[in-house]
């Protein structure tokens, strides 16, 4: 191996240090790195959790943004006819809960497998 010998100044209480470096042309294929692996041979390393299930983020805030608008619905008490027909306010109420308990369970399930 060859050995490179430095001197760091004196006045800041430094000595002199030697440096054992070896080429990386000559570590063995299993002990390098890539920038998924966390050590020689052992699994990939997992991705951040923002980035391993980005869909369910996506799936989740829109699953919330349609929940609050039928609360908003509720709150405001706005009717809504479909077909002729006056929908009422508890099927909001119960869409409400359906739609923001779906988006939790996304963003748990999400954070808890990243």
Do not use: C, D, Y
Request: cysteine-free; glycine content about 6%.
């Amino acid at each position: 191996m060859p050995v490179r010998e430095g001197v760091l100044p004196e006045a800041h209480g430094w000595r002199s240090i030697s440096i054992k470096t070896q080429p990386l042309t000559s570590a063995p294929a299993r002990s390098r790195l890539n920038a998924n692996a966390v050590v020689a041979g052992s699994l990939a390393a997992p991705m951040s959790v923002e980035m391993k299930k980005p869909a369910s983020l996506v799936a989740a805030i829109l699953l919330w943004l349609i929940a609050f608008a039928q609360l908003a619905r509720v709150l405001f008490r706005v009717e809504v006819t479909a077909g002729g027909l006056n929908i009422p306010l508890w099927i909001s109420i119960l869409a409400f809960i359906v739609l923001a308990a779906v988006g939790i369970w996304l963003w748990r399930e999400r954070r808890e497998h990243g």
